[in-house]
């Protein structure tokens, strides 16, 4: 009763503990890589790598924005793990966006490297946003998927709000 928390701020998060395979995870290494979500994005990345090539530099973030958008469809999120307390959280769409466009440009990258046959090994950006568009040798099929088959799998059913003071 004498706690007095009118000058504390709260701030409300949704804490993620189990990604969705629709999710696109931020971060490095080949979990990260081989996830569904981010396969996905890299296959998304892949029908559109020349285009993106080819387009001005106002048009290169409209192609970023199309694969932020189409991801959201597809029900997935984007997420960065919180290594304090090892659970995700969604990031804002501009950052999304941001991953979006540092991956396509290096994708870009690589093409230009394979078209030259040069030798010279661009390495993925964060999150295995570049790459090729296999399923990361994990032995399923990935990609941006929702419906019944299985649905109990995909329900959104590990989040959480907590306040943070």
């Given at each position: 009763d004498d706690y007095d928390n009118s000058d504390a701020h709260f701030y409300l998060h949704d804490i993620i503990e189990c990604p969705l395979r629709e999710d696109v995870l931020f971060g490095k290494g080949m979990p990260t890589m081989r996830h569904a979500g981010n396969v996905a994005m890299r296959r998304l990345l892949e029908e559109r790598w020349e285009r993106y090539e080819a387009a001005e530099y106002s048009k290169k973030t409209d192609i970023a924005w199309e694969v932020v958008f189409e991801i959201q469809r597809g029900e997935g999120r984007f997420l960065k793990e919180d290594n304090l307390h090892h659970w995700y959280v969604q990031v804002d769409n501009e950052v999304?966006?941001?991953k979006v466009s540092i991956a396509l440009r290096d994708l870009v990258k690589r093409r230009r490297?394979?078209?030259?046959?040069?030798?010279?090994?661009?390495?993925?950006?964060?999150g295995g946003g570049g790459g090729t568009a296999s399923n990361g040798g994990d032995g399923e099929?990935?990609?941006?998927?929702?419906?019944?088959?299985?649905?109990?799998?995909?329900?959104?059913?590990?989040?959480?709000?907590?306040?943070?003071?």
């Open positions: 999304a966006r941001q490297k394979q078209q030259t046959g040069s030798n010279e090994e661009v390495a993925p950006s964060a099929e990935s990609g941006l998927q929702t419906g019944s088959s299985g649905s109990l799998i995909y329900k959104r059913t590990t989040v959480h709000q907590v306040f943070l003071y």
